[in-house]
């Protein structure tokens, strides 16, 4: 199958202009190889530069970044080694966030959660980009989701904000935090008022599910400032601010042009979210809450 070749991060991001506040999280990154301990899924969609720990550690280090959740990505499949491995070696710093088949024993999803992994992911997208991701939806997800409660791991699901009214119905039994993926895919192109991001507006006011403000480069046609996200990314703070994560998506996967400088990604969140004790919560409290980081 033919495969993006993606570019690979700026390896020297800016400083961002705001001091970033004391255990600030950046709570959406992936971790992918080294490849050769770590081999990239046969099967998988892109083929990105090798993106271990120590190379997010200097990105973060630039930032201000103490901590961090790595995201299983679809380079390494369901192979969740990589992200593992760095969880461990980061003794505590870090959380990770894994996708598993629906047949997964569950002693081995009780490894992972020891091993650090607080969530499962899974992709529900429809139309043409579901070949692209993990063919593991939501109804994956309800198999799972007994044994998920048992072990206190909370589901984050990437996601057209389009299909919430039809799935959020389906989780009215979930009682652990939904998270979702870049501001739920809404299409800035319909602005605050599209049928999708009112769903997802209403769903996070009334506390039902989470929120990453991450990832605007991928639903943006305004690159470097991503200036037709702005409007939903203040929506979203008025609507519920203790809901809400912020995330790098380093090192940026699938982009074969105009990657953006994490120094920058955070200084549009600063001046985005200018109350000061609002960015605290998205950075830090909303994080340590939901991560379980001391």
């Known amino acids: ?9 700026i390896r020297h991001p800016k400083r961002p202009a705001t001091p970033t506040p004391a255990g600030a999280c950046d709570a959406h990154f992936h971790i992918f190889g080294p490849s050769n301990r770590f081999p990239f899924a046969e099967s998988r969609a892109y083929t990105p530069e090798d993106a271990p720990l120590e190379r997010v550690l200097e990105m973060h280090s630039v930032l201000g970044i103490a901590r961090g959740v790595a995201v299983q990505g679809n380079a390494h499949g369901t ?3 990589a992200m593992i491995d760095a969880v461990k070696r980061a003794e505590g710093r870090l959380r990770g966030v894994g996708i598993v088949p629906v047949d997964t024993p569950a ?3 009780r490894r992972m959660r020891d091993a650090g992994v607080c969530a499962l992911r899974f992709h529900h997208i429809a139309g043409e980009m579901k070949a692209t991701f993990s ?3 939501v109804a994956a997800f309800l198999t799972l989701a007994p044994l998920m409660a048992e072990l206190d791991l909370h589901v984050q699901i990437m ?6 009214p039809a799935v959020m119905p389906r989780l009215k039994d979930w009682k652990h935090p939904i998270v979702l993926d870049h ?3 809404a299409p800035p192109s319909e602005g605050v ?9 209403r769903y996070l006011s009334d506390g039902r599910i989470w929120v990453k403000l991450s990832g605007a480069y991928r639903l943006s046609e305004a690159y470097p400032d991503y ?6 990314h203040e929506a979203l703070i008025a609507a519920n601010p203790d809901q809400l994560l912020w995330g790098s998506d380093w090192p940026h996967p699938r982009l074969a042009e105009n990657v953006p400088d994490d120094g920058h990604l955070l200084d549009l969140f600063n001046a985005w979210t200018p109350d000061a004790a609002i960015r605290s919560k998205v950075l830090v409290s909303n994080p340590a809450r939901l991560y379980g980081f001391a």
Do not use: T
């Open 1 to 9: 199958m033919a495969r993006l070749l993606s570019l690979p991060p």
């Open 79 to 81: 192979d969740n080694s």
């Open 107 to 109: 002693s081995e999803i």
């Open 135 to 137: 063919p593991l939806g």
């Open 159 to 164: 996601m057209d904000a389009s299909e919430l």
């Open 183 to 185: 501001y739920a895919l």
């Open 193 to 201: 008022s599209g049928v999708g991001f009112q769903a997802v507006r």
């Open 227 to 232: 200036e037709d996200v702005k409007a939903m």
